[in-house]
Nanobody
């Protein structure tokens, strides 16, 4: 009941905005945290960013060092959506991006119980 969208092919320096819609009755979106992760071929899934939905300010927020200053995570609680705005994309950002739901904002994929199907992001040099 998570669905990512917004991936695509973009040149280095470009931008993409990923969306994660949380739907269904399995859990209450407002009680959890949502994280964005990515996985490149042959590599382990790594945390990109996460945000607490239950806290009004979204804190705690977390970003991987590799994306700080370039990526921004945000929430639209009315639409059960979490966004990842990605600017100044680099070829090393190429991966399948997943959103997941967990009790807390953590950058460890093993703490997440629910996942979307992923969306491919490809950055050409």
């Amino acid at each position: 009941q998570l669905a990512e969208s917004g991936g695509g092919l973009v040149q280095a320096g470009g931008s993409l905005r990923l969306s994660c819609v949380v739907a269904g009755s399995t859990f209450n979106f407002m009680d959890y945290a949502v994280g964005w992760f990515r996985q490149a071929p042959g590599k382990e899934r790594e945390g990109v960013s996460c945000i607490s939905v239950r806290n009004a300010g979204g804190s705690p927020l977390s970003y991987a060092d590799s994306v700080k200053g370039r990526f921004t995570i945000s929430i639209d609680r009315a639409k059960n959506q979490v966004f990842l705005q990605m600017n100044d994309l680099k070829p090393e950002d190429t991966a399948v991006y997943y959103c997941g739901v967990a009790e807390f904002c953590l950058m460890d994929y093993r703490m997440y119980d629910y996942w979307g199907q992923g969306t491919q992001v490809t950055v050409s040099s």
